[in-house]
């Protein structure tokens, strides 16, 4: 069973930087992707950034140019470094995965969540 785990989360001033880092435990035939999505109170949660396992990167338009994904070649580990951040990136951040199975089933996995809160 894959489960994430997230660290990394922060409070921090407009402007300044946070670097999560999510680490994958158990074992997937395929991972089709892993990435970051962020949920902000009384909203919906939003993709921020994913990267595919062939190494594609798929940015938000609110993440281009302030915030960049990568892991490591096993893919055991995604990073997401934040900069220039702002009060309206305050949110949880969830590390996700695409997988697939042996038998072609696909599955979603979340991690637990961690916050990141930029003050004004």
């Known amino acids: 069973q894959v489960q994430l785990a997230e660290s990394g989360g922060n409070l921090v001033q407009a402007g300044g930087s946070v670097r999560l880092s999510c680490e994958r435990s158990?074992?997937?035939?395929?991972?089709?992707?892993m990435g970051w999505y962020r949920q902000a109170l009384g909203k919906q949660r939003e993709l921020v950034a994913l990267i595919s396992g062939g190494g594609n990167t798929n940015y938000a338009d609110f993440a281009k140019g302030r915030f960049t994904i990568s892991r490591d070649n096993n893919q055991k580990t995604v990073t997401l470094q934040m900069t220039s951040l702002k009060p309206e990136d305050t949110a949880v951040y969830y590390c996700y995965l695409d997988g697939s199975w042996f038998s072609g089933q696909r599955y979603d996995y979340w991690g637990q969540g961690t916050q990141v809160t930029v003050s004004s």
């Open positions: 158990g074992s997937i035939f395929r991972i089709n992707a």
